[in-house]
């Protein structure tokens, strides 16, 4: 199914219906892995624990955990300047962050990739499972982290979707990483919850707010700087965009 579903294929979330879109969601590799690799962990987790509370606590404190892992990474990796200065971190960065900033609307790379992501999960949420419940602390952990991984990529999609969710809280959600991606990039770093943007001061409730950004499709990597470093603008094929692409637009922006 995912084979036929996503090789060598293309998915516009602008002209995907929501029915369409949890059939591409559920048939990604990495969705799958995230689903199957978290029942593994839970039923690991309950058959070696030794205590209900420390189970319960390993699970609460890596949900707690995860949106603040992901705003520190979203805001000082993802975001910054590091990745695309040299030549071996220029692919990931490309891969992970900035193909998804210069078109928000192309689901293939809206997904993290694997090789990235899951470390990344484990060593968020495992090593303080552990320190409260050890092993079955661990694994409960990283169940609890990979199913919140599923959650937040569904509403990810979600709010880059031609789609109006009915729900108020989903429509504020969506309203405000559509700002993050279409306003001002330096903000608005969270998926589900901006508590931690809140925190930091880099939430915003309205456009009005900030200034529009200049480089909120290119963050920050623009047609000068990609001459100073090419390595990311080489694998692209053409200059760093500073607008969305056209439809059927491949060449330079």
Not at 63 to 78: C, E, K, N, S
Not at 121 to 141: D, E, H, K, R, W
Not at 172 to 191: P, W
């Amino acid at each position: 199914m995912f084979m036929k579903t996503w090789k060598g294929r293309s998915f516009d979330l602008g002209r995907m219906s929501l029915r369409e879109l949890t059939v591409a969601y559920f048939t990604y590799y990495a969705i799958q892995a995230y689903l199957a690799l978290g029942v593994v962990a839970t039923v690991l987790a309950l058959w070696l624990a030794t205590s209900a509370l420390a189970i319960v606590a390993s699970v609460v404190s890596a949900i707690v955990l995860y949106p603040v892992v992901w705003y520190l990474l979203h805001r000082f990796v993802l975001h910054g300047e590091y990745l695309y200065r040299w030549s071996v971190t220029a692919p990931i960065w490309k891969r992970i962050h900035f193909d998804h900033h210069q078109d928000p609307h192309k689901l293939e790379v809206l997904f993290g990739a694997l090789h990235t992501t899951l470390p990344t999960i484990v060593l968020a949420t495992a090593p303080v499972g552990y320190l409260i419940g050890g092993p079955s602390g661990a694994l409960a952990a990283l169940a609890a982290g990979l199913f919140t991984t599923c959650v937040y990529e569904f509403v990810h999609c979600i709010q880059h979707l031609n789609f109006t969710p009915q729900n108020k809280i989903l429509r504020r959600m969506k309203d405000k990483h559509l700002m993050h991606h279409f306003h001002h990039e330096d903000g608005n770093y969270g998926i589900t919850t901006f508590a931690v943007d809140k925190l930091f001061g880099t939430n915003y409730e309205r456009a009005t707010e900030v200034p529009r950004s200049e480089h909120v499709f290119n963050l920050g990597y623009d047609v000068e700087m990609s001459k100073q470093y090419p390595w990311v603008a080489e694998l692209t094929g053409h200059p760093p965009r500073s607008r969305p692409p056209k439809r059927g637009e491949t060449a330079e922006a």
